[in-house]
């Protein structure tokens, strides 16, 4: 299996938008790794020193306007082979800090509590590499579990171009905090080539995500690339060395809930044996709902199981 590297420059993102029509940066085959950097944010929230802006960065903020509200991504990259109605699977080997600072803020008119903040209230964390923690500008030392907030293959070609706010079927601003290193992710591939591309580095996020933003960062990630043709997905999925992930995304969390809870009940009945209903029970036992995200548009619910659990019934 081949290694590659794709390092974010304004030659080598897409701003705030996914689209089918995107030209692949590499084609890679199914079992290849790929490591690639990103980059966050545009000028406004960019820190004085002497906190240091990459060259990268400021060089994609001078070459790019964002074409939708969204997010800066590195991609896509393509899988030779890959062909719609197939399933990408995503192993996320390594996820490293990419530079030494992050930002959050809380606005008005975003977040869980649009009116509750009258004003803009910008925040830089130095990050500390070493002992992995983020320093808040209150002294507060949090330890640093970063992800990727958006990870996807290409939507529909039909869908034409897509903000990359609202999470969807083709993956994107997941805003998922169990997807550290060592987690795979699946995806459901809508066009030949899958064309993944992955932003928005996180360097600690609560689920909710309640005031819209995580520590927002640039991280260098290593993806192993899987085709699977032997799996169909409508939504995206996912597991831990421990858990099973079914995931949902809709402007109506209870909508989020019903789509991520039917998803595991088939889950559960497909990989054991047992009936739904015997599923649906052991749901309620045994897993657990977890709000993703409250603030994109499309919220997001994931529902989480132990995989020790998914053992064959006995009569």
Known sequence: MADYRLDASPDTVHWGYFDAGLAPLLTVDSGDTVTISTVSGGPEVMPKAPLAIPEALSAIQVAHRPKLPGHICTGPVAIRGAKAGQVLEVR????????????????PLKGALPDDFDEMHLMHIPLDRERMTGRMPWGLELPLKPFF???AVAPPAAWGSLSTLPPRRNGGNLDNKELVAGSTL????????????????HGVQGDGEVCVTAIETGLIGTFELHLREDMRLTWPMAETDTHIMTMAFDPDLDQCVVIALRDMI??????????????????SLAADLRITQVVNGNKGVHVMLEKSLLRPGVR
């Not at 699946?186 to 580095?201: E, K, M, N, Q, T």
């Not at 088939?266 to 052991?282: H, P, Q």
């Open 266 to 283: 088939d889950l559960i009945a497909a990989r054991t044996g047992i009936t739904k209903a015997e599923a649906y029970a052991l749901c």
């Open 149 to 151: 907030g958006v990870m």
């Open 186 to 201: 699946y995806l459901p591939i809508h066009v030949d080539g899958a064309l993944f591309s992955v932003g928005d580095g």
């Open 92 to 107: 996320i080997k390594a996820i490293d800090l990419h530079y030494d600072w992050g930002f959050t803020y809380v606005a």
